[in-house]
């Protein structure tokens, strides 16, 4: 009934075959990138009812001559742009040369029926660390009265997890006339490379996967994973402060700097939830001096997050995982054992806000977790960090066991995407991307 009510302002009627071309206009931001629209079902399993546009951007190949094809990229999120990621010079000049790269917004995002939820509802959040029953059940109500909110102001809500965005990039790969995609993503965007490559892994030519997703993990896992992760690369930054004369916390007790700074951020009212969450990104991005300004300042801009993802959590990770407690109990189980895993920033932001997003929930996730099973696909090349606290090093581990074949380079370091980290991680994506798959694992 809602779908009905809004057809006029976000949905479009089906067409009579297949989307086939793509009507291509200078993009208005970038007008060396072409922008264009393509028309996929509103959902899948009926193709015969509406239909929805979704945003896609090209840039193409800078030495036409030697063009090999099409490279797909994807900053991840969710929530971020596909389509603007595809007009930045993110990947080398090389690959810029030889590939048109093309991104397209996951529906949902920005300009494919962008979800917005009520940002005056979301900001009546009682907490995301309840205390007891009674808290529990109240975070429970809010997520619930969110999710409905937002399902009622936005139809596509049920129809954004992220195995339908791969049959969306198969479309939009039909609509380009292109056998074949070479794909390159970051994040989040790696679980849509994984769940192309299992649905259409004829279609693929090459993957890279930068900073890894594991869609095979439990909510222990979703969670405890990542606080492990927290924990550990405090400690190697714990280790370079000791080591380095730059550190602005160099010859001091680090851990008791940090619970000094904590304290001083309650007194002087930035509070210590922003202090953490900035020392998070401050780690998530290996920003080590940068990290000890912040503690020993106790100062630093709070960073925010990708465009919508506050919205887009409740409509898709709470559906590509299973993150469903029964009660309280379960719940504060695997909230005290987060905290015994990471301590010293209190658990991990990106995983337990996550969990605690979709408090409440009871249905079974429309995507749910499951094994990699890439055996159609050719291999893949997963970049990761030693010490990526968003998408641990764990993850990056299992998904190479998972998928026969694929090799892991591992940046012997911090950080989150290390595609750009040095000569050696740029080399191997380039290298894999262009056609020379490495013959074995690397640490770079």
């Not at 099409?70 to 742009?81: I, L, R």
């Not at 222990?220 to 492990?228: E, S």
């Not at 987060?338 to 209190?346: G, K, N, Q």
Request: some cysteine; charged content about 25%.
């Amino acid at each position: 009934m809602v779908v009905a009510a809004l057809v006029g302002s976000l949905l479009v009627a089906a067409p009579e075959a297949d989307a086939a071309g793509i009507g291509w206009v200078p993009c208005p931001d970038q007008p060396t990138a072409e922008c264009g629209t393509v028309e996929v079902p509103l959902d899948w399993a009926d193709p015969g009812g509406p239909w929805v546009e979704l945003a896609v951007s090209r840039v193409r190949a800078t030495d036409p001559a030697r063009r090999i094809g099409v490279v797909f990229v994807d900053a991840g999120g969710p929530g971020g742009s596909g389509a603007e990621f595809a007009r930045a010079p993110y990947l080398s000049a090389e690959v810029r040369a030889r590939f048109d790269v093309v991104g397209f917004d996951q529906l949902g995002t920005n300009g494919s029926s962008a979800i917005r939820c009520s940002a005056e509802l979301m900001a009546l959040n009682p907490g995301d660390d309840p205390q007891d029953e009674a808290a529990f059940e109240a975070l429970a109500r809010h997520n619930r009265a969110v999710r409905e909110d937002c399902r009622a102001g936005n139809p596509v809500f049920d129809h954004v997890d992220t195995k339908r965005s791969a049959r969306d990039m198969d479309a939009v790969r039909k609509a380009l006339g292109e056998r074949r995609i070479s794909f390159y993503g970051i994040s989040y965007g790696t679980l849509l490379g994984q769940q192309y490559a299992e649905m259409f892994g004829s279609r693929v030519r090459s993957m890279v996967l930068d900073g890894v997703i594991d869609h095979s993990v439990d909510k222990r896992r979703f969670v405890l994973d990542r606080a492990r992760a927290v924990e550990e690369a405090f400690g190697v930054f714990v280790a370079w402060c000791a080591e380095n004369t730059t550190c602005a916390l160099h010859g001091q007790d680090v851990y008791a700097a940090w619970e000094k700074a904590l304290k001083a951020a309650d007194e002087i009212g930035l509070g210590r939830e922003n202090l953490i969450l900035s020392a998070f990104y401050a780690i998530r991005g290996g920003a080590w001096e940068s990290l000890a300004s912040l503690i020993a300042d106790v100062g630093g801009a709070r960073m925010s997050f990708e465009p919508n993802y506050d919205s887009l959590r409740y409509a898709v990770v709470c559906q590509d995982f299973a993150l469903r407690f029964r009660d309280f109990g379960e719940y504060r189980a695997l909230r005290e054992a987060e905290l015994r895993a990471a301590p010293t920033l209190r658990g991990t932001f990106i995983g337990h806000q996550e969990a605690a997003t979709c408090v409440g929930f009871t249905d079974r996730p429309t995507n749910p977790p499951h094994r990699l099973d890439v055996d159609h696909a050719p291999p893949l090349l997963l970049l990761t960090s030693r010490y990526d606290v968003a998408t641990p090093y764990a993850w990056a581990r299992n998904v190479h066991r998972q998928a026969e074949g694929s090799r892991l380079v591992t940046l012997d370091g911090p950080g989150h995407g290390v595609y750009h980290a040095n000569d050696c991680t740029r080399t191997a994506a380039d290298t894999h991307l262009l056609g020379t798959a490495p013959t074995r694992d690397t640490t770079c």
